[in-house]
Structures are given as C-alpha cells and as structure tokens.
C-alpha cells in the first residue's frame, strides 16, 4: 500500500457533512459506521474498471513548488482522499495552479488542498494552514486525518497527527493524537496510514505517540482510537534502525505487513525493511524473509489482494508472495541486463534498461498499482513478457500478476509516480512530479460513449441536427459539442440544434461529441451529411430567370390573372427570388 494514499480496508464510508450535524446525529453515524464490515464501500460507488479509463489525463487545477522534506525524496504529491463530493491532495507542494500551463491563476495553498471531485476545481475556500510536508491522508467517520512532518496547524503547535473538518478545514479536538521525536534532532514523521473499524494505525519515524493523557513511547508504529486518539497500550511492535514507509493490514489472514528503512524488528532475523507482526501485541510472526537482493535496503509499499501480498522497493523489483505460505510467486521487474525468473534475484546492473525502484504499491478495488521511478523495460517473470513503459511509469495487475492493458498517454515526470488512489465515480489518481499536461498528479477517469442516431435535416433555411443521449458512468454529460466539417459550431445541453450559418448548393457533415461534468470527451459520433438546395432568407439574390417568366409574374400580381401551370411549377422552385 502507498504511504501516502492509504485510505485503509474499511475505505470510502462517505458522510459529507455529518460532522456539521447535530452531536446525536454524529455519533449515531459513527457507531453505524464502526459495525461496518472492512472493506465495504458505501453505497452506489462505482469499481475501477482499467479497460474502460479514458487514455488521456483530465484538465483542472494541480499543484506547483516543492519544499525538500527532512528525507530526499522529491515528490510534490503524496497523498489522496475523498469525503463527500471532494478529493484531498496532500505533499510538498507549495502553490495551487488552476490549469497546467504557464500564467494560469496560482493559490498560495501549501502541503494539503481541496479539489471538486467533480470539476477537478479547486476549493478556494478550504485553506488550513501547516508549515510542512503532508505524506498521508484518510477519511473516517466524515473526517479527514492528516499525517506528515508538520509541527504547527492552523496556528498551533501540532505535530504530525492531525484531523481536519473536511469542509472548514478547522482542526477537530476530539481527536487528540500527535507524534513527537524526544532527544532527537531528526524530524518527526508520519508516513503512512490505515483504518480498520475504529482502529488507525499509524508508522513513520517518531519515538513518541501523544494522546490526550500520556506522551506514550512507541518506534514508528502505533495504534490509536480512530476517533479519540487515544493509543492502544496492547500493540507495540518493536522496530529500530530507521522508519516505517507503509503498512498493509491483513484480517483474513491475522498479519500486519510493514515495510521500510528499518534494520530490524524486535532484533529477529530477516526483518531488515520488511516485516511482519500480528495483531494482538506486535510480535513479529517468524518465517517471512523478503529479500531476494543482498543490496536491499529500502522497501517502499506493500499491500494486499486475495491470498498474495505485493512487496516493492530499491533494485527495481515488486515481488509477491502467498500470504498464508509466503512462498515466492513471481515479479514484476524493471530495468535489467538478466533476470531470474524463478527467483527474480540480481536482476539489475548499472541502470540497463532505464529501470527503477517500486515506490508506490497501491490496492485499489481489488487492482494493484505498481509505480516506479522506471522507464523503458518492464518485466513479468509470471506472464513471461516484456513491455516497454515509455514514459508511464506504472502498471496495473490483478491477483497472480495479470497485467491490464491500460497503457495511458504518457506525462513527464523526474521521480516518478508515489502515489495512487481511485474515487468513488472509478477514477483513478496518480500523484508524483509530474509536468507538462497535469501538475503534481494525473486524473483519468472513465470514457464517455459517443452520441447515437446523429440526424441532420433541412429546414427552411437552416440544418436542423439531433442525437440520442450519450452513456457514462461519470457525474452525468455538462454539454454537446456540434462540429460541422471537422470545426466546432457549437456547444449546447440538449439533444438538438440549429444551424443557421449555412449557404445553398452545399455539402455539409456533422458530428457530435458528449463532454461529462467532469471533463471526459466522448469520440466522434459517426456523421450525418447534408445537402443545401437553397439560399438563406438572409442572402436572397434575382436568380436569371426567363423573359415570359417575369413577364407572366408581373402580370398575375398587378391584373390577378392565373399563372400557367408551367410558370406555376417555374415559381415553386425558386420559393427565395424576388422577381
């Protein structure tokens, strides 16, 4: 799992705006959501379908500027979350941009901002103020709990641990807890968080954990009340040497996965940046060695699908394991000169291939996001096929290391993507440095399907077009695009429109493009052609007609007398001349 988009097992429970409500309300709402199995989605919720993603990333508002963390990594965006009809991006970044492009409008918005889910627009009038790095966010109960490197919010000294009001951006009192480093000069961190029921676990690098009572002593990993704060004093895993990047919790299988720099947990064997405890006290589980490269020493995310844990890190490798034998199953490999395929071990030299490290492992509705600082080379010891990653620097894989096909048009990019995350409409987000058509994360989100039954007719002087309703799962069609010969005519929400900007004699194709609310263009409809027989009202002209014509004309209009019946058909196919 991400360190920084850890929305938890128990994830999307969205109640926007129960925080505002009566306190009766609130807490009827809480313990209905504490009973709540892990892993429910809330109601009407709509999965992330790879296939059916839009190739292109979405326009709207990112984020600019980058203040260097106290650990050298260089990602503005680290974390994501959603609660209501709002997505929450949390980082380094320092500005807000309303579009990827120079001169576009910029908001001194820094480390963590609001955005319509929606309209990808940013919400001016969410601003909290932090005076350092955020590296993960999660919803619970209406509220959005922040982690990171900050020491003030809002004004006031608050350290790494912190919930917000996802509407007011107020700090929340109730919940109690933050994070501390006595007798050290090294900044204190949160990197990762997860939810399960009422429990959120919380890793980094701190030796302190405050509640509301007692600075309590705890090494990089905590557990607290998701809603008080307050610390469980029965899980106390032991872990030294260096910080805590992810954590995956595993409740089919009773283990707690994490994974980091740290040399080693409770000093037991095989430890060194990976390892695993249970659930009741901490205790490392023994028999879950990781390390397929003596050269590891940076372990990045880990998460879970079904029965196989997904483990990535430094040496450009993701590797999986069975989560009940833990027996090795394959990898997925980037950047080499040879690869072991039935070990994946010693499988990069000298940067072959543009590969990188893993720094993001995501669980997504079942999906696994791999991200890489990696180009070029992509190897899949399970399928046995190569792919060139271009530019992306990610893929997607189902249980047993099946990869979909979503190969994205690429952003550009110096780190690489750190963090994934997708939305209750199936979108999907990746945050990173990414440049050029996004700032600091990419949107894609699902395709719109091209109006039907495009329909273009004469009448009187004008082409009369109409169309059947696009289909989309996204939040619903905002406007149609008209384009006439390939240029846009118009744009309209209905289901029908004039053209009154044509000339007689002429041929004229059109087609019709469906936009969502949320920015995804549908292809082309296929096009209807037309054929003008007439000038319009506006341009009528004396068409060369013969003297007997005129002449027969004149005389019906000044002496009344009947038109010939061939004069009579003459006029009715010149309804515009003006004799």
């Given amino acids: 799992m991400n360190p920084s988009s850890q929305i938890g097992i128990a994830r999307r429970a969205h109640l926007a705006g129960a925080f505002a409500a009566v306190a009766g309300l609130v807490l009827a709402l809480s313990l209905l959501l504490a009973t709540a199995a892990p892993g429910a989605e809330a109601q009407g919720d709509i999965p992330l379908e790879p296939d059916e993603l839009g190739l292109d990333p979405l326009p709207g508002g990112g984020v600019t500027g980058f203040l260097q963390p106290s650990v050298a990594q260089n990602w503005r965006v680290h974390a994501f979350a959603e609660i209501g009809d709002r997505i929450f991006v949390g980082g380094a970044f320092l500005n807000v941009t309303e579009l990827p492009y120079a001169g576009s409008p910029s908001h001194d918005q820094a480390f963590i901002a609001a955005f319509d889910r929606n309209t990808n627009a940013f919400i001016e009038t969410w601003t909290p103020v932090l005076d350092d790095a955020v590296w993960a966010l999660v919803e619970h109960n209406g509220l959005l709990i922040v982690g990171g490197e900050f020491d003030t919010v809002n004004g006031v000294a608050r350290e790494g641990l912190v919930a917000l009001d996802p509407i007011t951006g107020a700090t929340v009192s109730e919940f109690a807890a933050s994070i501390g480093n006595v007798g050290s000069t090294y900044e204190a961190s949160v990197r990762a968080l997860e939810i399960v029921g009422n429990q959120l676990y919380v890793v980094g690098d701190y030796n302190r954990l405050v509640d509301a009572k007692y600075a309590h002593g705890r090494y990089r990993t905590a557990r607290v009340d998701a809603t008080t704060g307050k610390v469980d004093k029965l899980w106390i ?137 990696c180009r070029g080379n992509h190897w899949n010891s399970v399928t046995q096929t190569m792919t060139n990653l271009d530019d992306r620097g990610f893929r997607l894989y189902d249980e047993g290391l099946t990869e979909h096909d979503f190969m994205p048009n690429a952003t550009h990019w110096n780190e690489g993507p750190y963090a994934a995350f997708t939305d209750s409409t199936g979108c999907l987000y990746i945050g990173g440095d990414f440049t050029g058509e996004v700032d600091g994360f990419a949107r894609y989100c699902r395709k719109v399907s091209a109006p039907t039954n495009v329909n273009a007719s004469l009448s009187g002087s004008s082409v009369a077009i109409s169309w059947s309703a696009s289909e989309t799962t996204n939040p619903g069609i905002e406007t149609y695009r008209i384009m006439r010969d390939g240029v846009q005519i118009a744009d309209t929400s209905a289901l029908n429109y004039t053209d009154w900007s044509v000339t007689t004699g002429s041929n004229y194709s059109y087609t019709v493009i469906a936009k969502s609310i949320n920015q995804v263009s549908s292809p082309h409809s296929a096009p209807a052609t037309v054929t003008t027989l007439f000038e319009g009202v506006e341009k009528r002209k004396i068409l060369p007609i013969s003297e007997r014509f005129r002449e027969e004309v004149r005389n019906s209009v000044c002496t009344g007398t009947s038109l010939s019946p061939q004069t009579r058909l003459d006029l009715s196919s010149f309804r515009n001349v003006i004799p």
Avoid at 347 to 369: A, C, H, K, P, R
Wanted: glycine share 16%; proline share 4%.
């Fill in 237 to 373: 895993p032991h872990v030294s040497g260096g910080g805590v990047f992810d954590i995956a919790v595993d409740p089919v299988h009773d283990k707690i996965y994490l994974v980091g720099t740290f040399t080693s947990a409770s000093a037991q064997p095989d430890t060194k940046s990976m390892a695993v405890v249970n659930s009741t006290d901490g205790a490392v589980i023994p028999g879950h060695p990781a390390h397929l490269n003596t050269s590891w020493s940076k372990t990045y995310g880990v998460d879970v699908v079904g029965d196989e844990v997904f483990i990535g890190g430094e040496q450009h490798f993701m590797q999986v394991r069975d989560a009940t034998t833990w027996a090795f199953k394959g990898c997925a490999v980037t950047g080499f000169s040879s690869v072991n395929p039935s070990t994946c071990g010693l499988v990069w030299t000298g940067g072959s291939g543009s590969g990188g490290d893993y720094q993001v492992v995501q669980e997504m509705d079942g999906i696994i996001l791999g991200g890489c600082h």
